[in-house]
């Protein structure tokens, strides 16, 4: 399969109003693509769509406010992105939500909230604008899974259990798209220096104790700049990677998977604690390395939470 080229194309990215959504949008316009960018942020989205025309004023930019939680919103914008742009050529499902706590500490809704943004709309964007992309020729799918889509750590069975289908589907649509000529493309990033673990939504029976416990350790490990994570995504796209890692909160969990799939779990509880500082294998209210901005902690009643 040949190189991807970004000039003159037209990229969707979900979750663009901050984080590694928001350098995607950058990093694309520079390299000549057109922009169709979702989030439910407006104000930041508002602001991201101003600094890239600032800076790439020859740029097309058209934004949809939806949030991903409610599926009949986003079949509605998929649908109007679809008939607004009938090719397309980069499609980016960036957008995700986290939710701390282990099964027993979450509601079935909060698990469902998570498993309806991180996995459900991921396949409901996917299917409404596959057509798009065979419209296009050289075109690519970007899914972004975790690092939580290789491992799964206690605390973590809703982000893990969304992030491991994530994985699966798209390993699915990399062997089922080739011979259409579209490449596709697994995210696993590793901890991504955004607001998540600020804005991470806490299971309704974790108390505040462990929370606190969580945020002050994983803050420490989210280290990489999303404007860095950007461009490592955007060079696997161009070079049709099949599968891009991205830092070392990413590259030696998955060598730890492999080389002890049913043990790794020691290794890294006694890792965090050198890192983060503290009993890391009982922290449970934050996630440590999901790439995406998190919804501010809200209770279950408060359906809005689509990341930027």
Not at 36 to 62: E, I, K, N, S, Y
Not at 91 to 107: E, H, I, P, S
Not at 165 to 179: P, S
Request: charged residues 20%; positive net charge.
């Amino acid at each position: 399969m040949r190189r991807f080229v970004f000039t003159g194309g037209t990229a969707v990215v979900t979750g663009a109003a901050s984080g590694i959504g928001e350098a995607l949008a950058h990093g694309l316009a520079r390299r000549g693509s057109d922009l169709v960018l979702l989030d439910r942020d407006a104000g930041r989205l508002d602001a991201v769509v101003a600094a890239v025309r600032a800076a790439h004023p020859d740029r097309q930019v058209t934004t949809y406010l939806v949030d991903l939680a409610d599926a009949a919103a986003t079949a509605r914008v998929a649908e109007e992105v679809r008939q607004r742009h009938p090719a397309i050529r980069l499609l980016v499902n960036n957008a995700g939500v986290a939710l701390g706590g282990r099964f027993d500490q979450v509601t079935l809704d909060e698990f469902s909230w998570v498993v309806d943004v991180n996995f459900r709309a991921v396949v409901q964007l996917t299917h409404a604008l596959l057509s798009t992309l065979r419209a296009e020729p050289g075109a690519h799918l970007v899914n972004v899974s975790s690092i939580f889509g290789v491992i799964a750590p206690a605390g973590q069975a809703a982000y893990s259990a969304s992030k491991f289908a994530v994985r699966g589907f798209t390993e699915a649509l990399r062997h089922e798209l080739a011979d259409d000529g579209i490449g596709v493309t697994s995210v696993h990033p590793g901890g991504i220096r955004t607001r998540i673990a600020q804005n991470a939504r806490v299971g309704s029976g974790v108390s505040a104790e462990e929370f606190e416990t969580g945020l002050r350790q994983f803050e420490r490990l989210l280290t990489v700049d999303p404007a860095k994570a950007a461009e490592v995504i955007l060079r696997g796209v161009e070079r049709r990677r099949g599968r891009v890692l991205i830092g070392w909160s990413a590259k030696l969990p998955d060598l730890l998977a492999r080389v002890a799939p049913a043990s790794y779990h020691r290794v890294l509880a006694f890792g965090l604690d050198r890192v983060a500082g503290g009993p890391a294998r009982r922290a449970t209210a934050t996630p440590s390395v999901p790439a995406q901005r998190r919804p501010e902690a809200a209770p279950v009643a408060d359906p809005a939470g689509e990341p930027a």
